[in-house]
């Protein structure tokens, strides 16, 4: 699993709505690695998002420890690698590319008894050229600044 300071926080726009987007930097150069053939994203529905359609704190924790969680389960042995997570209208995506598409599967949809905080789909799809995180690599805006940062989790 990554380190906080791993990642790039940056604000982005999806059809006139704000969100942030947490990037993996260690993939940024390194191109789609082989192997890691699928993209999964998995949909977490935020219970009572803000009008701008990130979380309230209050629910900023528990959106916090399900990401915690499912990167734990998915990404050990390295069979998944989290690259993203993008915040905003009212979702959150957790998206990683993986080895075992239909073991990931498995074990997500096992989970469900424990992860229950928030409702949540699964998305599987072959991506070997990791075009989604390669979009984000090419068209983010600048960083936000350190002190503007107010969650790990955005």
Same mark, same amino acid.
């Given at each position: 699993?990554?380190?906080?300071?791993?990642?790039?926080?940056?604000?982005?726009?999806?059809?006139?709505?704000?969100?942030?987007?947490?990037?993996?930097?260690?993939?940024?150069?390194?191109?789609?690695?082989?192997?890691?053939?699928? +993209?999964?994203?998995? @949909?977490? &529905?935020?219970? %009572?998002?803000?009008?701008?359609?990130? /979380?309230?704190?209050?629910?900023?924790?528990?959106?916090?420890?399900?990401?915690?969680?499912?990167?734990?389960?998915?990404?050990?042995?390295?069979?998944?690698?989290?690259?993203?997570?993008?915040?905003?209208?009212?979702?959150?995506?957790?998206?990683?590319?993986?080895?075992?598409?239909?073991?990931?599967?498995?074990?997500?949809?096992?989970? +469900?008894?424990?992860? @229950?905080? &928030?409702?949540? %789909?699964?998305?599987?799809?072959?991506? /070997?050229?990791?075009?989604?995180?390669?979009?984000?690599?090419?068209?983010?805006?600048?960083?936000?600044?350190?002190?503007?940062?107010?969650?790990?989790?955005?």
């Amino acid at each position: 699993m990554l380190r906080p300071d791993d990642w790039i926080l940056c604000s982005w726009e999806r059809d006139g709505c704000p969100m942030y987007v947490r990037m993996a930097n260690a993939y940024r150069d390194m191109g789609n690695l082989p192997g890691y053939l699928y +993209r999964v994203i998995v @949909t977490v &529905h935020l219970r %009572e998002p803000r009008p701008s359609g990130f /979380p309230s704190d209050a629910e900023d924790d528990d959106l916090e420890a399900f990401e915690f969680n499912v990167c734990g389960l998915l990404e050990a042995e390295n069979k998944s690698l989290c690259v993203l997570v993008v915040t905003g209208q009212g979702l959150r995506d957790i998206i990683f590319y993986t080895k075992e598409p239909e073991a990931v599967r498995k074990k997500v949809e096992d989970a +469900r008894i424990v992860l @229950t905080s &928030h409702k949540f %789909e699964i998305d599987i799809e072959l991506e /070997p050229d990791w075009r989604v995180y390669n979009f984000f690599c090419e068209k983010l805006s600048t960083p936000i600044p350190p002190e503007t940062k107010t969650s790990a989790s955005a």
